[in-house]
């Protein structure tokens, strides 16, 4: 990005050079996101030939399934699975792209307008493309979307390798008890039996997806019994020990004050796990009259604070910009106590 030049201009001079750099950056994403969205839809293309191409052959595998060899039905289905979940994935992420793409054309356009209404010229957008170069002023909505669509992936990902793979499984094991039953029950209740287990399992795993993402009993119960749930499954997925302390009168708050509670500590506790190293973590929830106050405390390894603040103003760091973002948003602030090889500690106040 160019230095601002304001020395020596007057505060409104000032600020429309702050748009024109605005407006200026704006268009340069538009553009790259363009190219980003021709290419998805040149890779869907692709994908969907490679689909219909393996959508037949298991058709023709499954006519005759009795000459097929176990192992070969299992490719083909996997091969399948992951072709569609790529394609899928491959169709979300392009569908992201032009929703983001449509938010920048209208956020240009009103930097445009702006301009043109102090006398300013400016070059109207030509359509040209589109990238995701957030490391300057940009618009909170431009964040957000980086960050829902990051979150979103890392679902995806997830999908894939647990419930999608595990429902690849099921319909061979079904597939094979289906063709067992009349000549040889005997194994076919034996293949039953692991059949019932893995549908079982399959079944937790989605729980558990749907629990990371809305969990239902926020609405029903309120945030202190789905913190204590969220504590017990992320030491019991995580290994890490967690003690939990909730003090003070155990009162609902308004909605988007509880979700707000349990995605901040939900996205510390994801920090623990995977950048801590630590094996002790300790979650604090305090509310009374005056306000809530939340704390997490590791034993992990620590960081440089001033660092990565640095780098989430600068929006490398989006789920840390995002916390930090969601606490302010609704008139609390966050605090981070840490140094490299001595722990973190998070503590966020909001009011109430």
Known sequence: DRPLATEGKSPFKQMLEQVRQEYERTQSEIRELDILIRQSSAEVDKLTQRNAQVANRVRQMEESLDTVPRQDIREAY????????????????MEQLQAKQQVLERHATALRLVLEAAGQETVKPDGEAAGDDDTGGGSGIVRIINAQESERQHLARQMHDGPAQSLTNLILQAEIVERLFDRDPQRARAELAVLKEAVTQ???????????????????LGLNPTIKRYVQDFEAKSGIKCSLSLMGREQRLPSHTEITVFRVLQGLLANVQR?????????????DPQGLVATVEDNGIGFNVEEALARARQRKTLGLATMIEQVELLGGEITFDSAPRRGTRVQFRLPV
């Open 78 to 93: 996997t091969t399948a699975q992951e072709t569609q979940t790529r394609l899928f994935m491959m169709r979300g992420q």
């Open 202 to 220: 399959t079944f937790q795993k989605v729980r558990g997806f749907i629990f990371d993402l809305r969990p239902m009993m926020l609405d029903d």
């Open 275 to 287: 950048h801590a190293n630590a094996t002790q973590v300790d979650v604090l929830l305090h509310l």
